[in-house]
């Protein structure tokens, strides 16, 4: 059950849609389950409008001071310069959506 849709993700393959009620899931479980790009669409909601965007297309803040569902400490935003605003005074850091599968999403849970 997903509580704040701002936080919210989606994976789309040929089979079924997966939806998570925080980023950081969605991408521990795309790690887990070896999906990328060419293997599946991923979808993000956008923290402002609480509209879908595809995760390539949208901007991430990533930072502890961001607390979402799950601990993760990530939401995307379609604008770039409100997710830098939000990163600097979260005091973390912007990331594009392919940079995301470097992180090691199970060891980043607080969870």
Same mark, same amino acid.
């Given at each position: 059950?997903?509580?704040?849709?701002? +936080?919210? =993700?989606?994976?789309?393959?040929?089979?079924?849609?997966?939806?998570?009620?925080?980023?950081?899931?969605?991408?521990? +479980?795309?790690?887990?389950?070896?999906?990328?790009?060419?293997? *599946?669409?991923?979808?993000?909601?956008?923290?402002?409008? *609480?509209?879908?965007?595809?995760? /390539?297309? *949208?901007?991430? =803040?990533?930072?502890?001071? $961001?607390?979402?569902?799950?601990? +993760?400490?990530? $939401? =995307?935003?379609?604008?770039?310069?409100?997710?830098? /605003?939000?990163?600097?005074?979260?005091?973390?850091?912007?990331? /594009?959506?392919?940079?995301?599968?470097?992180?090691?999403?199970?060891?980043?849970? /607080?969870?």
């Amino acid at each position: 059950m997903i509580d704040d849709f701002h +936080y919210s =993700a989606e994976i789309v393959t040929k089979r079924k849609v997966h939806k998570f009620d925080d980023i950081g899931c969605m991408l521990a +479980y795309a790690q887990s389950n070896d999906l990328s790009l060419d293997k *599946a669409h991923f979808w993000v909601m956008d923290f402002d409008s *609480a509209t879908w965007i595809k995760g /390539e297309e *949208a901007y991430f =803040a990533l930072s502890q001071g $961001i607390h979402t569902p799950m601990g +993760y400490g990530i $939401i =995307a935003f379609k604008d770039l310069i409100k997710t830098k /605003e939000t990163a600097d005074k979260t005091k973390g850091e912007v990331k /594009e959506f392919k940079s995301l599968f470097n992180i090691d999403w199970k060891q980043r849970h /607080e969870h």
